[in-house]
Nanobody, 123 residues
Framework: QVQLVESGGGLVQAGGSLRLSCAAS????????MGWFRQAPGKEREFVAAFSVGGYSTSYADSVKGRFTISRDNAKNTIHLQMNSLKPEDTAVYYC????????????????WGQGTQVAVSS
């Protein structure tokens, strides 16, 4: 069983920054792909960024490339999502996820999910 707990969401003005964190239980990094997804009101959950198993490669959604950075702290079993140059369209609930299937696929590729953290960007 994998448990994931997100933190770091909040309200920020457009152009600002936030850093999300996801604390994972167990030997998560060595066995699972780790990713961030988001879901805006009335929209489907979408891929944002992810590490493949072991963290050897990363991928980002086109909408966040150059603005968001995913990183990891192996000693603390934690991953982060640094979000810069935030836009109103980044407003969503952000979820951390762990999975054993395709790392850069959709939400169905991930088995375990955190509770989500709200990010709101004002214009």
């Amino acid at each position: 069983q994998v448990q994931l707990v997100e933190s770091g969401g909040g309200l920020v003005q457009a152009g600002g920054s936030l850093r999300l964190s996801c604390a994972a239980s167990g030997r998560t990094f060595s066995s699972y792909n780790m990713g961030w997804f988001r879901q805006a009101p009335g929209k489907e959950r979408e891929f944002v960024a992810a590490f493949s198993v072991g963290g050897y490669s990363t991928s980002y959604a086109d909408s966040v490339k150059g603005r968001f950075t995913i990183s990891r702290d192996n000693a603390k079993n934690t991953i982060h999502l640094q979000m810069n140059s935030l836009k109103p369209e980044d407003t969503a609930v952000y979820y951390c996820a762990a999975g054993r299937h395709r790392p850069y696929g959709g939400p169905a590729e991930y088995e375990y999910w955190g509770q989500g953290t709200q990010v709101a960007v004002s214009s």
